[in-house]
């Protein structure tokens, strides 16, 4: 087993000196994601960042090379007045906002880096109670090969799964659709032509740095409309998520990997779609429409729009990220699967309080599945009563 240096870095200007390694090391990382990179978690940091920590460790070879990295920061939770907790989470978890999160590792190096880190988090045992790494690849390397050796270690450790869905892109819009059901391929070609008979309508995208913040706002209030139009606040109202899509936006169209397209009927903004491509995926981030213009489903012939281009540009896989939902299925979008490992040393504070919440998780799971729906429903809002939580909806993507 080779042998690793471990680098930490607490501020976001000192990691700023390992850019360029860091790009190279995702040029290199077969499972790499805009998630993963400086463009998406720096504005996320500068958001989102506080009161967390950074706790990011680079991993090096005998020839300094940069091999791995773990981009991870503290974050402190309250238990109750006298007891709190010392998190290790993802540069990136907690906001809503990031999916595909994973440790960026050169190939061959998968098994030490997970080592090394383990081996790190053990020597600096008196700085975190219990780690979570949440929404990574089913197939994340190192992830993994962390599972593995936590077990072989006999740390505490558990994991959770989310769904997701993607879509398979062919080479050419006529081989796509005829992965879709006779009714949807249909549907794609009728939608515009009503649409087309109705408005003057124009297909276009977000080019350069100079109409993003048009473009931005345009989005905030498209999304905002449908949302407070359902009663949600929507996910915009944030001044904090305005502030990081501005300038992660700003980052990834100066490097050409912004996928920013909307749709005008008669001159006026109806439908727009933000998301972003790399090595040939495209991340399907957020969206809005005009709740006026739902029964032209403007929405739908966007996206359509969308895939179409993207195919044309060599694309080969639309993901739409969190979540699994018919509405993603009729465009041929599979089920996908998301692994989150938390993990605590053995006979710590940590490892106590996780074997406590799994308990009382799958205690809860079976009650839910065990009990009438009403008796559930009254049972959980009495327990958000009796701990003072306000229920809310998640974040709307």
Known sequence: MKSLQVRMYESLGDIEILR???????????????????????????????????????????SSQLVGLAPLCLEKRR???????????FWGDGSGDSDNLDFPVRAGYEDEVAGALLDYLAKE??????????????????????????????WLAYRHYQTGS????????????????????AKVAYLRRLLEKKYQTRFYKCENRAELKACLDTLFALHQKHWQRAGEPGSF???????????????LIGRGQLEFWFLDLDGKPVAAQFGFCFDRIFFSLQEGYDPVYSRDSVGYVLRAHVIRQLIA???????????????????????????SVHFARPASKGSFYLHTVNAATEGKEWLRLHLPEDAWQALHRLNCKIRGIKTRAPLQK
């Open 20 to 62: 360029p390694c860091w790009d190279q090391l995702l040029g290199n990382f077969r499972g790499a994601t805009t998630f993963s990179s400086w463009e998406w978690l720096a504005p996320w940091w500068r958001a989102f960042g506080e009161p967390r920590r950074l706790l990011v460790l680079a991993f090096l070879n005998e």
């Open 79 to 89: 238990l109750t007045a006298l007891v709190d907790f010392q998190v290790l989470c």
């Open 125 to 154: 045992s008196m700085r975190w109670d219990y780690c979570e790494l949440n929404t990574m690849p089913e197939d994340s390397a190192v992830g993994n090969c962390l599972s593995r050796l936590l077990r072989h270690r006999l």
């Open 166 to 185: 993607a879509v398979s892109l062919p080479e050419t819009w006529e081989a796509y659709l005829l992965q879709l059901s006779g009714k949807e391929r």
């Open 237 to 251: 109202i944030s001044s904090a998520r305005c502030q990081f899509y501005s300038e992660m936006a700003t980052l």
């Open 313 to 339: 540009a060599g694309v080969r896989r639309y993901d739409f990220l969190a979540g699994e939902a018919a509405s993603k299925a009729r465009w041929d979008a599979k089920v996908t699967q998301y692994v």
